[in-house]
């Protein structure tokens, strides 16, 4: 064991060593490692030092050369030489002015001694100064003699001036961006390196293209331009270079290319005459594709680096201004792609073009650039016959052809249909063509056919309509993209501007709009879906975007239903049951618990009203009791089974309504529409949101009430834009003055008019502006279509905004907009108050019932049809509503009238020679509002039945008539 510790003993001793050892070894190592670079080193220090010490000996000898020749006045090889290596932030501002001061004096001397590429190196250091902020702050003059002298050495050798124009243009741009470099000195340096910035596209200007480039990126350049630069600056060939240049776009200052280039295209103004685009564009036919494609190119660069640059340049002050604003004036489009004569636009092909570059801008301009192409003669009409041709649209479509109401280019998916290359074009066009319709007269629509026939007219709406329509039915609608969504928006705007101008005044064959639908709704599943995707936006389906975007494709009649249905949901969702004497109601109605009782007296059914129905709001969608106080302050008898709540809402409209009573006035047509005055009280307000609410129940309920809506009064509750076709509705005199001022052939100066208007208000005249220092603009040619407009606007928006909203908000608390969006102006007008064509007596007798001991071959029955025949038509509405509530027919005719019409015997005592002249029945006939029955007496003789019932329908009075 002692043998065996020993050796280990041994062993370990023998490790230590070795370990001792390389321990050792490797400390040597990092010695010698530090020592050698300790010695490199110092070595490294000491060439530093000796190269910075020859760095400032050499420093001190080129300034002591400057001085010296600055202090000879002579400018020698040497002194140009240490200018060159020390440059002009090495040798300090002061020192290289009166270098290149003497340099300039002497420029000549210069040009004989110094080889080409020390000329080169004095002249880089000479345009240095104009980009050295320091030198154009403390020193201007340097500035503008290091300018004089680059431009002089140039002057005289071509082969300098190519290789510098690159600097020259990045020295003029910078000393032109410089807002505190003023002066002489700033006009002195823009006219020198103008010139020399111009002098390369004399050698070799196809080889110039970047130079060009840079040029171009100048801020203010052809402002800046001396006379015969800019002259250069205006020739064709340099203009097709510079559009060239810029086809592709820039990576930066995209906006400062636009401003130069629209420069030199208006001859530096906007005075909108255009003769200089016109000359340039017709003197070759590329001319004007190259400066769309220019324009287009750096129009799409100006917006990656700037997402909102249109609408931040046309805001910008003074000059940039007045350039810009020519591209969204009618006359730089029309000069760029008219013909010579400026009266029609050249070529399809030119529209289109143009159409790139305005959709490029409309992008970046929130509110879109459609003027100019909107306006622009023949513009709108090239390019749809353009996109015709392309997507072999038809461009007209007859009346009679049946077979044109489909577009067949999208017929199978809608806009997925549509080629990709031409999709911004032809969204560009329905933006375009929705903006003129805004302005556009039914007058120029229909009678002067402008700017489309009515058979391009139809062309063009079966094209939208197809494309949105198959759009939303396509199985693939989840393939539709972002781009493609923006396309559907804008034909689906332009659709939608179609439709309401083809309600006002139809354009359109019955059927047209029907045509693209191959869906057969459901009412009940798409009030469903419809519903939910207008509380949560979500659940968009087939159905639901058909409803949302397109409501004119279904039929009318299903639209109905699935409104119906969209009440029966919202009644049930919220508990209540329907009113007794409405459509949905039942029998078992009249028995519900309502959730309110109401006792009125007729004589102040609206005062009485108010109280009760402001205060239940949204609840008056549930069945409210009504009872009746006559004048002596008792109860009437009857009890509510729906007929007194008609009643309630008869008189409720009836007085509500009457011009005398301030609410409302009507046009010439009798047509009603909230009065500007009754905003004025709060009362006022307050009644009107009590007779929206009414209306609004009415409604709900499927009760007809015999309202003559103003057409303009109906846009405003479906949230549809008046335009000036809408004021016939609202007054015919002022609807005349307007157009005999837009027709108006001499200077509309001469009528003395100013941006004013004036009206009468409780007896004195009151003047208001249409716009802010309406007084002090007199109205002109140039701007009588803003007055026309702006009037418009006031008198169809402005002057009743407070008493409508209250109207609305009171019609809202229980019609959801939404709804009513399913329906144009007119259709509401047919929901409201039922059809509008005379009682169709035939279709009345057809869907009578009779009861009591009465038949159809009853002789008082067929007495009584015999008379309504003979009856006018305003008499035959006193009937119906003596037994219905409404004087106008239900809305799909008598078949739907709930309950039925019914004839009801009431069995009298007559003598037996009541035939022959003997006395006949004494009593009145009466109505059950509640249940649309008419109790008939049984008249032994037609003229007794007559003359009854005439009395009983004109006399309009409640239960206790008879």
Same mark, same amino acid.
């Given at each position: 064991?002692?043998?065996? +510790? %020993? =050796? $280990?003993?041994? #062993?370990?001793?023998?490790?230590?060593?070795?370990? &001792?050892?390389?321990?050792?070894? *490797? /400390?040597?190592?990092?010695?010698?490692?530090?020592?050698?670079?300790?010695?490199?080193?110092?070595?490294?220090?000491?060439?530093?030092?000796?190269?910075?010490?020859?760095?400032?000996?050499?420093?001190?000898?080129?300034?002591?050369?400057?001085?010296?020749?600055?202090?000879?006045?002579?400018?020698?090889?040497?002194?140009?030489?240490?200018?060159?290596?020390?440059?002009?932030?090495?040798?300090?501002?002061?020192?290289?002015?009166?270098?290149?001061?003497?340099?300039?004096?002497?420029?000549?001397?210069?040009?004989?001694?110094?080889?080409?590429?020390?000329?080169?190196?004095?002249?880089?250091?000479?345009?240095?100064?104009?980009?050295?902020?320091? +030198? %154009? =702050? $403390?020193?201007? #003059?340097?500035?503008?003699?290091?300018?004089?002298? &680059?431009?002089?050495?140039?002057? *005289? /050798?071509?082969?300098?001036?190519?290789?510098?124009?690159?600097?020259?243009?990045?020295?003029?741009?910078?000393?032109?961006?410089?807002?505190?470099?003023?002066?002489?000195?700033?006009?002195?340096?823009?006219?020198?390196?103008?010139?020399?910035?111009?002098?390369?596209?004399?050698?070799?200007?196809?080889?110039?293209?970047?130079?060009?480039?840079?040029?171009?990126?100048?801020?203010?350049?052809?402002?800046?331009?001396?006379?015969?630069?800019?002259?250069?600056?205006?020739?064709?060939?340099?203009?097709?270079?510079?559009?060239?240049?810029?086809?592709?776009?820039?990576?930066?200052?995209?906006?400062?290319?636009?401003?130069?280039?629209?420069?030199?295209?208006?001859?530096?103004?906007?005075?909108?005459?255009?003769?200089?685009?016109?000359?340039?564009?017709?003197?070759?036919?590329?001319?004007?594709?190259?400066?769309?494609?220019?324009?287009?190119?750096?129009?799409?660069?100006?917006?990656?680096?700037?997402?909102?640059?249109?609408?931040?340049?046309?805001?910008?002050?003074?000059?940039?201004?007045?350039?810009?604003?020519?591209?969204?004036?009618?006359?730089?489009?029309?000069?760029?792609?008219?013909?010579?004569?400026?009266?029609?636009?050249?070529?399809?092909?030119?529209?289109?073009?143009?159409?790139?570059?305005?959709?490029?801008?409309?992008?970046?301009?929130?509110?879109?650039?459609?003027?100019?192409?909107?306006?622009?003669?023949?513009?709108?009409?090239?390019?749809?016959?353009?996109?015709?041709?392309?997507?072999?649209?038809?461009?007209?479509?007859?009346?009679?052809?049946?077979?044109?109401?489909?577009?067949?280019?999208?017929?199978?998916?809608?806009?997925?249909?549509?080629?990709?290359?031409?999709?911004?074009?032809?969204?560009?066009?329905?933006?375009?063509?929705?903006?003129?319709?805004?302005?556009?007269?039914?007058?120029?629509?229909?009678?002067?056919?402008?700017?489309?026939?009515?058979?391009?007219?139809?062309?063009?709406?079966?094209?939208?309509?197809?494309?949105?329509?198959?759009?939303?039915?396509?199985?693939?609608?989840?393939?539709?993209?972002?781009?493609?969504?923006?396309?559907?928006?804008?034909?689906?705007?332009?659709?939608?501007?179609?439709?309401?101008?083809?309600?006002?005044?139809?354009?359109?064959?019955?059927?047209?709009?029907?045509?693209?639908?191959?869906?057969?709704?459901?009412?009940?599943?798409?009030?469903?879906?419809?519903?939910?995707?207008?509380?949560?936006?979500?659940?968009?389906?087939?159905?639901?975007?058909?409803?949302?975007?397109?409501?004119?494709?279904?039929?009318?009649?299903?639209?109905?239903?699935?409104?119906?249905?969209?009440?029966?949901?919202?009644?049930?969702?919220?508990?209540?049951?329907?009113?007794?004497?409405?459509?949905?109601?039942?029998?078992?109605?009249?028995?519900?618990?309502?959730?309110?009782?109401?006792?009125?007296?007729?004589?102040?059914?609206?005062?009485?009203?108010?109280?009760?129905?402001?205060?239940?709001?949204?609840?008056?969608?549930?069945?409210?009791?009504?009872?009746?106080?006559?004048?002596?302050?008792?109860?009437?008898?009857?009890?509510?089974?729906?007929?007194?709540?008609?009643?309630?809402?008869?008189?409720?409209?009836?007085?509500?309504?009457?011009?005398?009573?301030?609410?409302?006035?009507?046009?010439?047509?009798?047509?009603?529409?909230?009065?500007?005055?009754?905003?004025?009280?709060?009362?006022?307000?307050?009644?009107?949101?009590?007779?929206?609410?009414?209306?609004?129940?009415?409604?709900?309920?499927?009760?007809?009430?015999?309202?003559?809506?103003?057409?303009?009064?109906?846009?405003?509750?479906?949230?549809?834009?008046?335009?000036?076709?809408?004021?016939?509705?609202?007054?015919?005199?002022?609807?005349?003055?307007?157009?005999?001022?837009?027709?108006?052939?001499?200077?509309?100066?001469?009528?003395?008019?100013?941006?004013?208007?004036?009206?009468?208000?409780?007896?004195?005249?009151?003047?208001?502006?249409?716009?802010?220092?309406?007084?002090?603009?007199?109205?002109?040619?140039?701007?009588?279509?803003?007055?026309?407009?702006?009037?418009?606007?006031?008198?169809?928006?402005?002057?009743?905004?407070?008493?409508?909203?209250?109207?609305?908000?009171?019609?809202?608390?229980?019609?959801?907009?939404?709804?009513?969006?399913?329906?144009?102006?007119?259709?509401?007008?047919?929901?409201?108050?039922?059809?509008?064509?005379?009682?169709?007596?035939?279709?009345?007798?057809?869907?009578?019932?009779?009861?009591?001991?009465?038949?159809?071959?009853?002789?008082?029955?067929?007495?009584?049809?015999?008379?309504?025949?003979?009856?006018?038509?305003?008499?035959?509405?006193?009937?119906?509503?003596?037994?219905?509530?409404?004087?106008?027919?239900?809305?799909?005719?008598?078949?739907?009238?709930?309950?039925?019409?019914?004839?009801?015997?009431?069995?009298?005592?007559?003598?037996?020679?009541?035939?022959?002249?003997?006395?006949?029945?004494?009593?009145?006939?009466?109505?059950?509002?509640?249940?649309?029955?008419?109790?008939?007496?049984?008249?032994?003789?037609?003229?007794?039945?007559?003359?009854?019932?005439?009395?009983?329908?004109?006399?309009?009075?409640?239960?206790?008539?008879?």
């Amino acid at each position: 064991m002692n043998f065996d +510790a %020993r =050796e $280990r003993t041994k #062993a370990k001793a023998s490790a230590a060593s070795k370990d &001792a050892l390389v321990a050792a070894s *490797r /400390d040597a190592r990092e010695r010698r490692a530090r020592e050698r670079m300790l010695s490199d080193a110092a070595v490294t220090c000491q060439r530093r030092r000796r190269a910075s010490r020859a760095r400032r000996d050499a420093e001190r000898a080129m300034r002591e050369t400057l001085d010296a020749s600055a202090t000879s006045g002579t400018v020698t090889t040497d002194a140009i030489q240490a200018l060159v290596r020390a440059k002009v932030s090495g040798c300090g501002l002061e020192r290289a002015f009166k270098v290149i001061a003497l340099a300039l004096r002497d420029k000549e001397t210069i040009a004989r001694m110094c080889d080409l590429a020390t000329r080169r190196a004095l002249c880089v250091e000479a345009l240095a100064t104009c980009s050295n902020a320091e +030198a %154009r =702050e $403390r020193v201007p #003059a340097l500035v503008a003699c290091g300018a004089r002298l &680059a431009s002089g050495l140039c002057e *005289r /050798d071509e082969r300098l001036a190519s290789s510098l124009g690159n600097r020259a243009c990045e020295a003029l741009a910078a000393a032109l961006g410089d807002e505190r470099f003023g002066g002489e000195h700033r006009m002195d340096v823009a006219r020198q390196l103008a010139s020399l910035a111009l002098m390369p596209l004399d050698s070799d200007p196809r080889s110039n293209r970047s130079h060009i480039r840079t040029l171009i990126r100048v801020p203010r350049l052809r402002k800046n331009l001396p006379g015969e630069a800019v002259r250069k600056f205006d020739e064709p060939r340099t203009m097709r270079l510079m559009l060239e240049a810029c086809s592709d776009g820039f990576n930066r200052d995209a906006d400062v290319a636009i401003e130069n280039v629209m420069e030199a295209l208006c001859d530096g103004d906007a005075s909108g005459k255009g003769e200089n685009v016109r000359l340039f564009a017709t003197e070759n036919d590329e001319n004007a594709f190259l400066a769309l494609r220019a324009l287009t190119g750096l129009s799409a660069s100006a917006r990656t680096q700037m997402p909102d640059w249109f609408d931040k340049l046309a805001k910008a002050p003074g000059w940039r201004t007045i350039t810009v604003s020519a591209l969204v004036e009618t006359w730089f489009l029309t000069a760029l792609i008219s013909d010579k004569d400026g009266k029609r636009v050249s070529s399809p092909e030119k529209a289109a073009a143009a159409t790139s570059l305005y959709a490029e801008l409309s992008r970046a301009s929130a509110e879109g650039v459609y003027a100019p192409c909107a306006f622009s003669s023949g513009y709108l009409h090239s390019l749809w016959r353009y996109l015709a041709r392309k997507l072999s649209l038809s461009s007209e479509v007859m009346s009679s052809d049946h077979s044109a109401w489909v577009a067949k280019t999208f017929e199978r998916d809608g806009v997925l249909d549509l080629a990709l290359d031409e999709q911004e074009r032809f969204a560009f066009f329905c933006s375009a063509y929705t903006y003129r319709l805004i302005v556009l007269r039914d007058k120029q629509f229909f009678d002067e056919q402008k700017p489309f026939s009515l058979s391009e007219q139809r062309a063009i709406a079966v094209s939208v309509n197809t494309l949105c329509v198959r759009s939303h039915l396509s199985p693939k609608s989840h393939e539709i993209t972002i781009e493609m969504r923006r396309t559907l928006s804008a034909a689906s705007k332009l659709l939608h501007a179609l439709t309401t101008r083809d309600a006002r005044r139809s354009f359109a064959p019955q059927g047209m709009w029907l045509a693209p639908n191959t869906i057969k709704l459901q009412p009940t599943v798409a009030a469903s879906t419809f519903q939910s995707y207008i509380e949560n936006r979500s659940n968009f389906t087939q159905i639901t975007g058909l409803l949302d975007d397109c409501p004119h494709a279904i039929a009318f009649d299903d639209r109905v239903h699935i409104f119906r249905e969209l009440i029966k949901a919202d009644r049930n969702k919220a508990g209540f049951r329907p009113q007794a004497g409405g459509v949905d109601a039942e029998h078992r109605d009249s028995f519900v618990r309502p959730v309110a009782q109401m006792t009125l007296r007729r004589e102040t059914v609206l005062e009485d009203s108010l109280s009760t129905i402001l205060s239940l709001g949204s609840k008056s969608r549930g069945r409210i009791l009504v009872k009746f106080v006559n004048a002596a302050g008792q109860e009437e008898a009857g009890i509510d089974a729906g007929g007194l709540f008609k009643e309630l809402l008869s008189l409720v409209t009836e007085r509500g309504l009457d011009p005398n009573r301030g609410l409302f006035t009507t046009n010439s047509y009798g047509q009603v529409y909230v009065s500007p005055r009754a905003g004025d009280t709060h009362e006022g307000l307050l009644l009107l949101e009590m007779i929206g609410i009414m209306i609004g129940k009415g409604i709900y309920e499927g009760i007809l009430q015999d309202i003559n809506m103003a057409p303009f009064f109906a846009a405003h509750i479906l949230g549809t834009p008046r335009t000036i076709d809408d004021i016939p509705s609202l007054d015919e005199e002022l609807a005349h003055s307007l157009v005999q001022i837009l027709e108006y052939s001499g200077d509309v100066a001469d009528l003395c008019l100013d941006f004013t208007c004036s009206e009468e208000v409780y007896g004195q005249l009151v003047t208001r502006e249409l716009v802010q220092g309406g007084r002090e603009i007199d109205v002109t040619s140039a701007n009588k279509l803003l007055y026309i407009h702006l009037l418009a606007d006031y008198h169809l928006n402005r002057r009743i905004a407070t008493p409508m909203n209250a109207f609305i908000r009171g019609l809202r608390t229980i019609i959801n907009p939404r709804w009513i969006g399913l329906f144009n102006a007119k259709e509401l007008s047919l929901l409201l108050s039922g059809g509008e064509s005379a009682i169709d007596v035939d279709d009345w007798e057809r869907h009578t019932r009779y009861s009591g001991g009465y038949s159809a071959r009853s002789t008082a029955v067929r007495n009584f049809w015999r008379i309504v025949r003979t009856f006018s038509p305003d008499l035959r509405q006193d009937v119906l509503k003596f037994v219905t509530s409404s004087p106008r027919p239900p809305l799909q005719g008598f078949k739907h009238l709930n309950p039925p019409f019914v004839i009801h015997k009431v069995p009298c005592e007559a003598s037996v020679f009541a035939m022959f002249g003997g006395a006949d029945v004494g009593r009145l006939p009466s109505a059950s509002t509640c249940f649309n029955m008419l109790k008939l007496p049984n008249y032994r003789r037609r003229s007794t039945l007559e003359k009854c019932l005439e009395y009983a329908a004109r006399s309009r009075a409640g239960f206790e008539l008879s």
